[in-house]
């Protein structure tokens, strides 16, 4: 396959107002097409072909492009693997390829100017969505998937990545007609689009962070349940080899729960699992952690709270914790304040796992 263009990373990488608008176009229409279903009409046949279609596609997108492509978070064979891939790009969300490149380098530069999508850096909006269409920050770099480029199947997929989307608009109209097409298909696919993206956008910026992962990242119940156990989102940064998302049982997480099942069938094997460590917030964290974890604890040590207690409520019991407060330590300086005002300022805090 031809690589196209590497995204370049650096501090002048774009501001958010470049978007091609006319790459937005086709976008635009699928959800003006919605509206068509005024003239088409609507009936339960159709509404719950959209409903299985839905969550059909967006199993794809979490237990194949995300958990599977993106992480290696379990191993299949390569005939399931190709079908993953299909029916994920049914969701007409560009190619496996393409999607597994941008989520691998999110996670290398969460949250930082160099993430394509970060609500921190380029606000809610541009997150949710202006990202994808914007000239720099819609580019992949293929250079990071070179683990599935070796698939000549999967490189073919990602030529012609509108061929499945087509394929089952296609499959919508034979089946139900018009109805089939505008509610079947289009219905399903912006709802479908909208929930992916609210894990770029609401799932940095609202929820709980159970464990310190150096960006926005959160927990939460409402995105977990529309995007069959994506909404984990902490959980999965703390930990992303895991195949589960969801580490407690009161975390509903679908995906898992299906990849379990065909473990049992032998479809999907070597799922990963989160360790007791990872539970109780114990690894230990890399240098870069470390040193944003120092940085939020400066302003409780200048506020008069010791280093050790400063470093806890950052990262709770990692063992990194004594790192951490000595960086911070090391940053503040000997001339910090050693009497506490009325209120420390406020900073994350590591929630309960068992709240």
Known sequence: MNEPQHAAHSPSFDE?????????????????????????GVNATVIW????????????????????????????????????????QMSAQRGMLWWAS????????????????????????????????????????????????????????????????????????????WPG????????????????????????????????TGDDSRNNFFLALITMGEGWHNNHHYYMVSTRQGFFWWEIDVTYWILKGLSKLRIVSDLHEPTATVLRGERRLSRERIEQ??????????????ARDAAMRIVGNSPSAEDVASRAQAMAGPTHALVAPASAPKTPVLADPAA
């Not at 097409?181 to 956008?201: D, K």
């Not at 974890?293 to 008069?304: N, Q, W």
Request: proline share 4%; hydrophobic share 50%; aromatic share 18%.
């Open 16 to 40: 958010h107002d470049d978007i091609i608008y006319p790459d937005a176009i086709p976008f635009l229409l699928v959800h003006l097409g919605c509206f068509a279903a005024i003239w088409t």
């Open 293 to 306: 974890a120092a940085e939020l604890v400066v302003p409780l040590i200048r506020a008069g709270v010791p």
């Open 49 to 88: 072909m959209a409903v299985g279609l839905y969550f059909l596609r967006m199993f794809a997108i979490t237990g194949g492009f995300h958990r599977y492509f993106a992480h290696k978070t379990y191993r299949t064979s390569r005939f399931f693997q190709f079908l993953l891939a299909f029916i994920g």
């Open 181 to 212: 097409l505008v509610v079947g298909f289009l219905w399903s696919t912006v709802a479908l689009y909208h929930g992916t993206f609210a894990i770029n956008s609401f799932a940095h910026t609202w929820g709980k962070q159970r464990y310190f």
């Open 102 to 177: 941008k989520h691998r380098d999110h996670h290398r530069h969460s949250d930082q100017i160099e993430d394509s999508h970060s609500p921190r850096q380029f606000g809610l909006f541009f997150a949710h969505l202006g990202w994808i269409f914007a000239a720099k920050r819609g580019v992949a770099d293929y250079s990071n998937v070179k683990d599935l480029q070796k698939f000549p199947e999967l490189v073919w997929l990602e030529k012609y990545c509108h061929v499945p989307a087509i394929f089952l608009a296609s499959i919508c109209y034979l089946a139900a007609g």
